[in-house]
């Protein structure tokens, strides 16, 4: 009962963004970074009175390990009518990337550290650099922009994040790192570039949380 | 300077190892401080270089063994700095292709390069943007008495789309570099004329220089100048304002108020309509997706030449993908990306251009319209 779609085409395209998305959020840490290489395949159902669901197999690889890919089998539920609840997805993840304790432990240790909460804006700059140091934090907001891609996307989006326009990190008296994130989205099918407002808490074994986001208003 | 690697084992060695640091003042690399030096766990420090012999004697001296992690940092943070200037010195007097450059700079690049290669480049205007500034198209043509089909190229219709402009130079760069000693070259010379467009949304492309790094359209007021810029690549006369655009000025896919309602349109418009007889290939520019995108936008029904235009877009894809193994996927923007209407692509067909692509050059999304520039030489030579 499952339509087969050609990968190439943008209804798979679109599940697929949203999937990835959805995994950065899950997985997304200062010291690793996930990316679509490839989608293998894509098949669509039409469940009745629920909504638009894609089986997708995708090949993933670490931003900073390109070498290592790890493959992920996706099911991307869009529901019917709901304007109001994000689309569910369910993944599993095949392989190991390498591990990213020490590195994340050590950045950490580097952020409590600081006298004067880190501040830092327009992660890359304009032609596209990133300092070495801000790297984690660029990742940690490809984990943020992931939350909000999985919470805002339809069939008829497909978001990308195009720039961190602004963090600021926020101390905090229990043990989670609190970054404050202004990220601007790159939708492709309006074209538009929104700014959101997104705060990230994370951990070294507790992972990555949003508790809060909002879209900004127009006109950044 | 040396970074060394020290597993010290004893307590009195730990002290030793923090009087040695606070009394030299030497730079801790692990642990942040003296304080943390404990035994049996890894000691990075960094040693200035005239302390270094002292240093290594005193820990000697006390039965610390060490090893060098780093001979020489100096020499690391310039490995690790990004190459100031490419080791490409080229065809006009140089210029830095691994580079981005703002408007100015890529005006001044257009009157040199036609300088210093005149035996074979002219540089023509074609219009004038919104705010009054020159289109420029640089005409690559080897003389000849036979008529020539003509190859169009424009790049930067999109203003954020800064690896656009970057390969229209690039591009250029390479035809008039290799033009005498690349046969593939020396054959489309011999048989075709290349007109290339640099920057089509001049107007534009400054904003994202100056303003909004990620700014879309034209720079032309709307609504009494409370709203600024139509989307030029939906701004032609095919099957204008039916789908994919929006009617509001504030939205990035605004089509104007109606086809060609904007200077730089009517500047390509009215000039290919003119040579539109002799146009064998319309091709057009963009970033971000790896993509080669045939007609059209505004139906998913194929155009008469589709098994043509597809087989050619696909040998283009192999041969790009041969290069540094770069994917890009090959089809109509209907299916591939989304509905659109009014693009130059779609409009350059309809009017009887029979090759008629666009390019979404890299990336895929990791980096989208910022792409680094490091990125330029390799996106280039492999859509070369």
């Not at chain 1, 993840?93 to 240790?109: C, H, K, P």
């Not at chain 2, 420090?45 to 012999?53: D, F, K």
């Not at chain 2, 700079?105 to 004038?128: A, C, D, F, P, R």
């Not at chain 2, 990035?252 to 500047?267: H, L, N, W, Y």
Request: hydrophobic content about 35%; some cysteine; glycine content about 6%.
């Amino acid at each position: 009962r499952a339509m087969e779609l050609p990968p190439g085409h943008f209804p798979a395209a679109r599940a697929a963004a949203l999937a990835v998305g959805y995994l950065r959020y899950l997985r997304g840490g200062p010291s690793s970074g996930l990316q679509l290489r490839e989608l293998r395949r894509a098949r669509l159902q039409d469940i009745d009175d629920v909504g638009h669901k894609y089986y997708l197999e995708l090949e993933l690889e670490d931003v900073l390990d390109k070498d290592r890919t790890v493959s992920c089998t996706a099911e991307v539920l869009y529901q019917l009518g709901s304007k109001s609840s994000a689309p569910d997805v369910q993944l599993t993840v095949q392989g190991e990337l390498r591990s990213t304790e020490e590195a994340d432990q050590e950045f950490y240790n580097r952020i409590r550290s600081l006298e004067k909460e880190l501040v830092a804006e327009n992660i890359p700059d304009s032609h596209g650099n990133v300092p070495p140091e801000l790297e984690p934090i660029h990742l940690l907001a490809w984990a943020a922009s992931g939350y909000v891609i999985w919470q805002n996307s339809t069939e008829n989006t497909k978001f990308h994040l195009a720039q961190v326009k602004h963090v600021k990190q926020v101390k905090r008296n229990d043990e989670d790192l609190q970054f404050d994130f202004v990220v601007l989205l790159h939708e492709m099918v309006s074209q538009e570039v929104l700014p959101w407002e997104v705060t990230l808490l994370w951990h070294p074994q507790r992972g990555a949380r949003v508790p809060q986001s909002r879209a900004m208003g127009a006109g950044s | 300077d040396q970074v060394l690697h020290i597993v010290p084992e004893t307590i009195q060695q730990v002290q030793h190892l923090q009087l040695l640091c606070s009394t030299f003042m030497l730079d801790l690399w692990k642990p942040r401080l003296p304080e943390d030096i404990r035994a049996g766990e890894d000691l990075h420090i960094r040693v200035p270089a005239p302390l270094v012999q002292e240093v290594k004697d005193s820990l000697a001296q006390h039965m610390i063994s060490y090893r060098v992690l780093i001979p020489d940092v100096q020499k690391l943070v310039d490995q690790s700095m990004p190459r100031e200037k490419s080791s490409h010195r080229e065809v006009s007097g140089g210029y830095i292709y691994t580079e981005y450059h703002p408007m100015e700079e890529i005006y001044q690049w257009m009157t040199q390069i036609q300088k210093n290669n005149s035996e074979l480049v002219t540089q023509h205007i074609l219009g004038k943007t919104f705010e009054n500034r020159t289109m420029y198209y640089l005409q690559i043509s080897q003389p000849s008495n036979k008529t020539k089909k003509i190859i169009w190229m424009d790049c930067g219709i999109h203003a954020r789309e800064w690896i656009s402009p970057a390969f229209c130079q690039w591009f250029v760069k390479e035809i008039l570099q290799n033009y005498k000693t690349d046969p593939k070259i020396s054959r489309f010379l011999q048989n075709l004329d290349f007109y290339v467009l640099p920057v089509l949304n001049i107007d534009g492309y400054i904003y994202s220089w100056e303003k909004d790094r990620l700014w879309r359209k034209s720079r032309s007021p709307y609504e009494n100048g409370t709203c600024y810029g139509t989307d030029l690549n939906r701004n032609f006369n095919s099957s204008w304002g039916s789908v994919g655009v929006s009617f509001n000025c504030s939205s990035d896919v605004f089509c104007g108020s109606g086809p060609e309602s904007e200077p730089e349109t009517r500047a390509v418009a009215q000039f290919i309509k003119n040579k539109k007889s002799d146009i064998l290939c319309y091709l057009t520019i963009h970033s971000y997706g790896q993509l080669i995108l045939t007609p059209y936008g505004s139906t998913t029904k194929p155009p008469s030449n589709n098994e043509e235009l597809m087989q050619v877009a696909k040998e283009a894809a192999a041969a790009l993908k041969g290069k540094y193994g770069t994917s890009y996927r090959v089809g109509s923007t209907a299916l591939i990306l989304y509905s659109n209407s009014g693009s130059s692509r779609d409009w350059a067909h309809t009017i009887g251009i029979p090759l008629s692509y666009t390019f979404e050059l890299r990336d895929t999304g990791t980096h989208g319209f910022v792409l680094p520039a490091d990125q330029i030489q390799p996106t280039c030579e492999e859509t070369m």
